[in-house]
C-alpha cells in the first residue's frame, strides 16, 4: 500500500520560510515523479513544483524562484523549499507522485501553510 505523508506546514510571517517535506512508503520512488500542489480555500488546486525522477524541475509560474523541490530516492523523501513567503501563499500543500510509465496517481492528505503577521 503506497501512503504518502506531509509534513512541515505552519504558521510563518510574511517573508519567512518552510520546508515541506514528503515521506513516501510503499513504492519504488524512482519510478516516480514527485509533485506539490496547493489549494487555497474556494480555489482550484494548483500545481506548485514538480520533479521528474532524473531530477528535471518546474515550477509554476507565481514561485517566481522563491520555491525549490528536491528528492531523496534513497530517503524515498521529497522536500519543497519556501522562502519569501507571502500571504497569497496560504493554502493546503499536497504531495503527489505520478508514476513515469504507468499513469497512476497517488496523494497525500495535505500540510497547511498559513502565512500572516
Known amino acids: 500500500q503506497i501512503q504518502l505523508v506531509e509534513s512541515g506546514g505552519g504558521l510563518v510571517q510574511p517573508g519567512g520560510s518552510l520546508r515541506l517535506s514528503c515521506v513516501v512508503s510503499?513504492?519504488?520512488?524512482?519510478?516516480?515523479?514527485m509533485n506539490w500542489y496547493r489549494q487555497a480555500p474556494g480555489m482550484r488546486r494548483e500545481l506548485v513544483a514538480s520533479?521528474?525522477?532524473?531530477?528535471?524541475?518546474n515550477y509554476g509560474d507565481f514561485v517566481k524562484g522563491r520555491f525549490a523541490i528536491s528528492r531523496s530516492n534513497v530517503e524515498d523523501t521529497g522536500y519543497l523549499q519556501m522562502d519569501n513567503l507571502q500571504p497569497e501563499d496560504t493554502a493546503m500543500y499536497y504531495c503527489?507522485?505520478?508514476?513515469?510509465?504507468?499513469?497512476?496517481?497517488?496523494w497525500g492528505e495535505g500540510t497547511l501553510v498559513t502565512v500572516s503577521s
Open positions: 503527489n507522485i505520478k508514476h513515469t510509465l504507468q499513469g497512476r496517481q497517488y
Open positions: 510503499g513504492s519504488n520512488f524512482n519510478f516516480y515523479a
Open positions: 520533479i521528474a525522477s532524473n531530477g528535471d524541475t
